[in-house]
């Protein structure tokens, strides 16, 4: 894929997570699954506290979103901090 088609993708996915904020009917759960799949960024706890660490406000919506169990146990919280 050429940089700009991964650019205006990139735009898409932005656009869909900030309305999706406002309004979460916009995306669906297996869209923003799909979404992070598309952007390299595999579904599950590590990468969601990856991005909660690396301040990616906008992936760590698509976390929200896609309604990823972010429940873990208070003694393994510190492997992510």
Same mark, same amino acid.
């Given at each position: 894929?050429?940089?700009?088609?991964?650019? +205006?993708?990139?735009?898409?996915?932005?656009?869909?997570?900030?309305?999706?904020?406002?309004?979460? #009917? +916009?995306?669906?759960? #297996?869209?923003?699954?799909?979404?992070?799949?598309?952007?390299?960024?595999?579904?599950?706890?590590?990468?969601?506290?990856?991005?909660?660490?690396?301040?990616?406000?906008?992936?760590?919506?698509?976390?929200?979103?896609?309604?990823?169990? +972010?429940?873990?146990?208070?003694?393994? +919280?510190?492997?992510?901090?």
């Amino acid at each position: 894929m050429g940089k700009i088609k991964i650019i +205006i993708c990139l735009m898409g996915v932005i656009f869909l997570v900030n309305t999706a904020h406002t309004n979460p #009917n +916009i995306m669906s759960a #297996n869209e923003a699954r799909k979404a992070l799949a598309a952007l390299g960024i595999s579904y599950g706890i590590d990468s969601y506290f990856k991005a909660v660490k690396d301040d990616d406000v906008n992936i760590v919506k698509l976390f929200h979103i896609s309604g990823v169990d +972010i429940d873990i146990q208070h003694t393994h +919280i510190n492997r992510y901090l």
